[in-house]
Nanobody, 120 residues
């Protein structure tokens, strides 16, 4: 069974930073790309960032470019999202997953996510 556990969310003021963590298990996650998604209240889940299985290649949504950095842990089944210069519009539940697709509907399994709230 696939397990995805996200952590590190919280309440932060605009301009602040947070670092999200994700631990994946249940399949050979070390050979997969991994990514972050988010879902704001009343909105569809959307792609944020993805990283290749070896960490060499990253890709970001326009909203994340220049502010967010995705990285993988040494164990390769962990992925992080460093978020700087946070804005109120970044408020959402953040989820991780493994795979390179930027389309949330391509993923059958999701974790509980971690809530990020940015106050103005």
């Amino acid at each position: 069974q696939v397990q995805l556990v996200e952590s590190g969310g919280g309440l932060v003021q605009a301009g602040g930073s947070l670092r999200l963590s994700c631990a994946a298990s249940g399949r050979t996650t070390s050979t997969y790309a991994m990514g972050w998604f988010r879902q704001a209240p009343g909105k569809e889940r959307e792609f944020v960032a993805t990283i290749s299985w070896n960490g060499d290649t990253t890709y970001y949504a326009e909203s994340a470019k220049g502010r967010f950095t995705i990285s993988r842990g040494n164990a390769k089944n962990t992925v992080y999202l460093q978020m700087n210069s946070l804005k109120p519009e970044d408020t959402a539940v953040y989820y991780c997953n493994f795979g390179s697709s930027m389309e949330p509907s391509d993923y059958p399994y999701w974790g509980q996510g971690t809530q990020v709230t940015v106050s103005s």
